[in-house]
């Protein structure tokens, strides 16, 4: 297959390795992953904060980036987090209705058909669960609340970490509450924010994990600063960076947040 490649905002500017990952994951399963130089924010960043008009100019400019997946120059589109194929799936043409735009509308719904979190495409579009991975650490996974009720990916994530080879897939109390980053939400809610993030933080530490596992960044920053703060000495990855990890091969992305010195640190 030919898969187009949306990095998301954090992934460009924060946290490439996600990203990097997902291209080697799939290079590896023998596809080819193009990447649309034109694409920038999906808009939800505006949109959950009520600025409509400037996130329909985003998916405008998102839609006219990833068009070319209708008419056959890609097979499908991949993103490397839940949030935003989420935002893409539903809150896009939500926008593009607002603002008065119908055509819009319903390019963003056929844009959006073809667009698939990592686990949605590995799974149910290659069929695999099996990518060849090999990680030999205790692994915790928090699914992450759009990954988890909007992208709606279930235990798509599940089934891709315990088949890879040596990984030790520990269950995380209280799994399914939300860790309290929420975009914005963690800035104008910062108390409220911070104890749902403490409450997190106990959960993952009472696992004993080497490592917190998510399909998304920003909620992994979140937790990930948690967690450096008390000098835990647990990783953070995202998902696709143990998929992509092999025995000959282990991955290693340009970044890694360092989880006990708070800060990005080249590798």
Not at 63 to 89: H, K, M, N, Y
Not at 143 to 149: E, K, N, Q, Y
Not at 202 to 220: F, I, K, R
Not at 221 to 226: A, E, N, Q
Request: with cysteine; hydrophobic share 40%; aromatic share 6%.
């Amino acid at each position: 297959m030919r898969i187009a490649l949306f990095a998301t905002c954090i992934g460009d500017s924060m946290f490439p390795q996600a990203p990097q990952a997902t291209v080697t994951i799939l290079e590896r399963l023998g596809h080819e992953v193009v990447f649309p130089e034109g694409q920038v924010c999906c808009g939800q960043m505006h949109a959950n904060t009520g600025y409509f008009k400037q996130a329909s100019a985003l998916v405008a400019n998102h839609v006219r980036t990833f068009e070319p997946v209708l008419d056959g120059e890609w097979d499908a589109i991949v993103v490397p987090s839940g949030s935003c194929t989420g935002a893409t799936r539903h809150e896009q043409a939500q926008v593009a209705e607002h603002v008065g735009n119908p055509s819009l509308a319903r390019r963003a719904t056929e844009v959006a058909a073809r667009t698939y979190d990592l686990p949605e495409l590995l799974v149910d579009v290659l069929g695999v669960t099996d990518v060849g991975a090999y990680f030999p650490h205790r692994v915790t996974y928090h699914p992450t609340c759009h990954s988890l009720r909007i992208t709606k990916v279930g235990d798509r994530p599940y089934r891709l970490l315990r088949a890879v080879e040596a990984l030790t897939l520990l269950p995380l109390p209280e799994e399914e509450v939300c860790c309290g980053f929420g975009g914005t939400f963690s800035m104008k809610n910062h108390e409220t924010s911070t104890a749902m993030l403490a409450d997190k933080v106990s959960n993952v530490m009472s696992t004993q994990a080497e490592v917190l596992c998510m399909g998304d960044y920003s909620c992994l920053m979140h937790v990930g600063g948690g967690l450096s703060r008390i000098n835990s000495g647990v990783r953070i990855m995202h998902l696709a960076e143990i998929l992509a990890s092999t025995k000959d091969q282990p991955f290693h992305g340009n970044v890694s947040f360092a989880a006990d010195t708070q800060e990005a640190t080249p590798r």
